[in-house]
Nanobody
Framework: QVQLVESGGGLVQAGGSLGLSCAASGRIFRIHGMGWYRQAPGKQRELVASISSDGRGNYADSVKGRFTISRDNAKNTVYLQMNSLKPEDTGVYYC???????????????WGQGTQVTVSS
């Protein structure tokens, strides 16, 4: 089995910073893209940032210049550093990873359980 475990959410005032991490564990041969999504109350889940296996990041327009995604391939971990947080950044943040479990195996998408981020005004 493969598990993604997130940590680092919490409550912060507007303008503050938070860092999230997500570690993948279990039977893993290779991890391709990893990413962070968020879901605000009453809204659809949206992509916040993604990162390729070679470290290229991609960001939603709403977080460009404020959030930074990174990964440590040796630790099968993806990070999201969030600065200059706004109340509209509030939501449950989920990590996602495209994982190959065995050599020449298929790629499957896995999700973490989510971590709450609340930004107060």
């Amino acid at each position: 089995q493969v598990q993604l475990v997130e940590s680092g959410g919490g409550l912060v005032q507007a303008g503050g910073s938070l860092g999230l991490s997500c570690a993948a564990s279990g039977r893993i041969f290779r991890i391709h893209g990893m990413g962070w999504y968020r879901q605000a109350p009453g809204k659809q889940r949206e992509l916040v940032a993604s990162i390729s296996s070679d470290g290229r990041g991609n960001y939603a327009d709403s977080v460009k210049g404020r959030f930074t995604i990174s990964r440590d391939n040796a630790k099968n971990t993806v990070y999201l550093q969030m600065n200059s947080l706004k109340p509209e950044d509030t939501g449950v943040y989920y990590c996602n990873a495209a994982i190959v479990r065995v050599v020449a195996g298929q790629t499957y998408s896995y999700w973490g359980q989510g971590t709450q981020v609340t930004v107060s005004s």
